[in-house]
């Protein structure tokens, strides 16, 4: 019973978690959540503008009291109103305006989505590099390992009076330095968690095996989804200078307002003859401004010059956004080069330091050679499972700025 009731409240930071989890974890922080409510309140604003466009029903009511009556002032009176009020025509300001806030939430809705991608993109390099991190710490515990080994049969050596003191600390400086380039990789490997947690909002444990499926060749490049979110915003200035420009037309209006009177009159001589309780007046109205010394004339240009200046910012950032593709899919090409140098690599250094590890035993060579040859090989490892790691992150590069869903790619 113990054993089940831990289940149940196991701390959640000793579970690990996948690349797939880490980005799922992301894209739904603080920061997206706030996003995703402004985008909401500008959906809100719309529907409140759409209903701003609609008939209106305004009711009112009021009480008096007269100190001196008159025919025209009863010494006490209410009244009751109601009032219907439609703008009929706005000189083609509303589908301009439906039209700008479309966009806008458009363009909202794409930078929702490019906000997700570059957090995506984030967490996957921070995954690979903590991966390649990892493996560097490993390859370093090792090197550490063998320079102990090394160490201790010198020292035998030096104890017998077969070495030099100066060998001996060579070693001994190689093992040192070691030890303080572990400590610096694990305080990356630290740093990368924070980061993480501070992204995700969660405590991280990072679990190896994730990969990123590579783009298929073939698939068809979209833009990258805050270039979109600019050709929309672009949309929206020009939107609102055409909306502008309805200033120069008439807005027509429809009212139509019932009053109902109830008056009191002390003096009854004074209440007017054939009076009404009542009046209903229709009408319609027109206001067209003619001159307003170049107020609307600036008002539009201002909004055109607005216009023009985003459209020219998104197309400057649409061929930024292509070099960006170009030079993303130069990279994976230039990284699957390095796997096939870093095998090579490894061969090479593994072979030269097994037979300058045999020469160094026996006495044929000095340290100095043995510890390169040392380093060079678990340099080597290191390199070749960095490469790996790298090649993950430019096939995520690619889909990062081919315009697709990073997450849709984490296998």
Do not use: C
């Given at each position: 019973?113990?054993?089940?009731?831990?289940?149940?409240?196991?701390?959640?930071?000793?579970?690990?978690?996948?690349?797939?989890?880490?980005?799922?974890?992301?894209?739904?922080?603080?920061?997206?959540?706030?996003?995703?409510?402004?985008?909401?309140?500008?959906?809100?604003?719309?529907?409140?503008?759409?209903?701003?466009?609609?008939?209106?029903?305004?009711?009112?009511?009021?009480?008096?009291?007269?100190?001196?009556?008159?025919?025209?002032?009863?010494?006490?009176?209410?009244?009751a109103y109601g009032s219907v009020n439609y703008l009929l025509y706005d000189g083609g300001?509303?589908?301009?305006?439906?039209?700008?806030y479309e966009n806008t939430i458009k363009s909202g809705e794409k930078s929702l989505e490019?906000?997700?991608?570059?957090?995506?993109?984030?967490?996957?390099?921070?995954?690979?590099?903590?991966?390649?991190?990892?493996?560097?710490?490993?390859?370093?515990?090792?090197?550490?390992?063998?320079?102990?080994?090394?160490?201790?049969?010198?020292?035998?050596?030096?104890?017998?009076?077969?070495?030099?003191?100066?060998?001996?600390?060579?070693?001994?400086?190689?093992?040192?330095?070691?030890?303080?380039?572990?400590?610096?990789?694990?305080?990356?490997?630290?740093?990368?968690?924070?980061?993480?947690?501070?992204?995700?909002?969660?405590?991280?444990?990072?679990?190896?095996?994730?990969?990123?499926?590579?783009?298929?060749?073939?698939?068809?490049?979209?833009?990258?989804?805050?270039?979109?979110?600019?050709?929309?915003?672009?949309?929206?200035?020009?939107?609102?200078?055409?909306?502008?420009?309805?200033?120069?037309?008439?807005?027509?209006?429809?009212?139509?307002?019932?009053?109902?009177?109830?008056?009191?009159?002390?003096?009854?001589?004074?209440?007017?003859?054939?009076?009404?309780?009542?009046?209903?007046?229709?009408?319609?109205?027109?206001?067209w401004n003619l001159f307003a010394f170049g107020e609307t004339k600036h008002k539009v240009?201002?909004?055109?010059?607005?216009?023009?200046?985003?459209?020219?910012?998104?197309?400057?950032?649409?061929?930024?956004?292509?070099?960006?593709?170009?030079?993303?899919?130069?990279?994976?090409?230039?990284?699957?080069?390095?796997?096939?140098?870093?095998?090579?690599?490894?061969?090479?250094?593994?072979?030269?330091?097994?037979?300058?590890?045999?020469?160094?035993?026996?006495?044929?060579?000095?340290?100095?050679?043995?510890?390169?040859?040392?380093?060079?090989?678990?340099?080597?490892?290191?390199?070749?499972?960095?490469?790996?790691?790298?090649?993950?992150?430019?096939?995520?590069?690619?889909?990062?700025?081919?315009?697709?869903?990073?997450?849709?790619?984490?296998?």
């Amino acid at each position: 019973m113990k054993k089940l009731y831990f289940s149940f409240f196991v701390p959640l930071f000793l579970y690990s978690q996948n690349l797939d989890e880490l980005v799922n974890l992301s894209i739904e922080n603080k920061l997206i959540n706030a996003s995703a409510q402004s985008l909401e309140a500008i959906k809100e604003d719309y529907k409140s503008v759409q209903s701003g466009y609609l008939p209106k029903l305004d009711v009112g009511a009021g009480y008096s009291i007269a100190e001196h009556e008159s025919s025209t002032t009863p010494h006490k009176g209410a009244n009751a109103y109601g009032s219907v009020n439609y703008l009929l025509y706005d000189g083609g300001k509303k589908s301009d305006v439906y039209e700008s806030y479309e966009n806008t939430i458009k363009s909202g809705e794409k930078s929702l989505e490019a906000l997700k991608n570059d957090i995506s993109l984030t967490v996957i390099n921070y995954y690979y590099n903590y991966l390649s991190l990892l493996a560097k710490k490993e390859t370093k515990i090792q090197e550490i390992n063998e320079l102990n080994a090394q160490k201790d049969r010198i020292t035998r050596f030096f104890d017998a009076g077969s070495t030099t003191e100066d060998e001996l600390q060579k070693i001994i400086s190689r093992v040192e330095n070691a030890k303080v380039t572990l400590q610096e990789i694990e305080l990356e490997i630290t740093t990368i968690l924070h980061n993480l947690e501070y992204i995700t909002g969660n405590q991280v444990s990072i679990t190896e095996g994730s990969i990123i499926e590579a783009l298929a060749a073939e698939k068809e490049k979209n833009l990258r989804f805050d270039i979109q979110a600019l050709e929309y915003d672009t949309k929206t200035k020009q939107s609102n200078a055409n909306a502008q420009k309805s200033d120069y037309l008439p807005k027509v209006t429809l009212d139509n307002t019932f009053n109902y009177y109830d008056r009191d009159y002390s003096n009854k001589s004074n209440e007017p003859a054939g009076l009404q309780d009542h009046q209903n007046i229709a009408s319609a109205n027109m206001k067209w401004n003619l001159f307003a010394f170049g107020e609307t004339k600036h008002k539009v240009e201002s909004k055109q010059k607005e216009y023009l200046s985003s459209k020219l910012k998104y197309e400057y950032e649409k061929n930024r956004a292509n070099v960006d593709l170009q030079l993303a899919l130069k990279a994976y090409d230039i990284s699957k080069a390095k796997i096939k140098s870093s095998e090579a690599n490894i061969k090479a250094a593994q072979s030269a330091y097994e037979i300058i590890k045999s020469k160094f035993e026996n006495g044929l060579i000095d340290n100095v050679a043995f510890l390169q040859s040392l380093t060079e090989k678990y340099d080597a490892i290191s390199q070749h499972k960095t490469a790996l790691n790298d090649l993950e992150i430019k096939k995520a590069n690619i889909i990062y700025h081919s315009g697709e869903k990073l997450q849709e790619y984490i296998k």
